[in-house]
């Protein structure tokens, strides 16, 4: 059956108006994460109550929801209802994480989870929120926002061409993504945030330091040894997720049944 039988064909102008929303939503995450990079704002990590904190956090809240209204017709009631507890899990795994002595971050098997199921920008978007709302009560992890979207976008990426048509191809994608994720969120972990950013990670990046390394050099390095684990573990999970959920759930997601997410034979 051909998807747009499924949904009503959307007109030229909501394509066009989908098109403009997801690219100013991407143009202002990107934007905002170069401006932490470049200027290194100082008192970004100590909270909202800071100016530089309010605007970056209003940035990137502005450019999720951007990303939410360019896919929001396309996604089902049972997505919206799936991305607060892809949020909740997001945040309950990292905070847990973050505080033990394991060089890995497990804070985005829900955006993972919702890029395979709705889509790049749902998945950005998801991600954004994350840190977003995690944000308020642990600021630290605010500049790492657009490294979480890149995730949720890898993620749907990554579904849209086959990685869950075959159950190994899901931690390769990871590990690709791993290595992409990591190499974006290594100038924000050293210039914004000092490279600590978890005792097991900041464990290693201190072991480089130690070595002799620049800390950019230390948190690469960290950033290049975690991450690809990190994200093959990730999205290898988020994947068994997906295969365990009932084919009349998955089916019902517009991104699934567009792009042949789950059909093993590979056709399109």
Do not use: C, H
């Not at 600021?139 to 976008?153: D, E, M, N, S």
């Amino acid at each position: 059956m051909s998807p747009n039988l499924l949904l009503p064909e959307a007109s030229a102008t909501q394509l066009l108006r989908r098109r403009v929303l997801g690219a100013a939503g991407t143009l202002l995450l990107v934007g905002t994460y170069l401006f932490l990079v470049i200027t290194q704002p100082a008192g970004i990590v100590e909270g909202l109550g800071q100016g530089v904190a309010l605007a970056t956090f209003a940035a990137y809240l502005i450019a999720a929801v951007l990303l939410l209204l360019a896919v929001l017709p396309d996604l089902p009631v049972s997505a919206l209802t799936l991305i607060p507890v892809a949020l909740a899990l997001n945040i309950i795994l990292g905070q847990f994480v973050g505080s033990a002595m394991v060089p890995l971050y497990l804070d985005s098997i829900g955006t993972v989870l919702v890029g395979f199921l709705a889509g790049r920008r749902a998945g950005a978007a998801t991600g954004v929120l994350s840190t977003l709302i995690w944000s308020l009560f642990a600021p630290t992890v605010l500049p790492f926002a657009a490294g979480a979207a890149l995730v949720g976008f890898l993620a749907g990426t990554a579904a849209r061409y086959g990685a869950l048509r075959r159950p190994y191809l899901a931690p390769i994608a990871g590990l690709v993504s791993g290595v992409l994720v990591g190499v974006v969120s290594s100038p924000v972990a050293a210039f914004v945030y000092g490279g600590t950013s978890g005792v097991g990670t900041g464990a290693v990046v201190a072991a480089f330091r130690s070595m002799g390394d620049s800390l950019l050099s230390a948190v690469t390095k960290q950033a290049l040894i975690s991450d690809p684990g990190d994200k093959a573990i990730v999205f290898l999970i988020a994947a068994l997720l997906v295969f365990a959920l009932p084919k009349r759930l998955s089916g019902s997601f517009e991104f699934i049944r567009r792009y042949k997410v789950l059909d093993k034979s590979g056709n399109k």
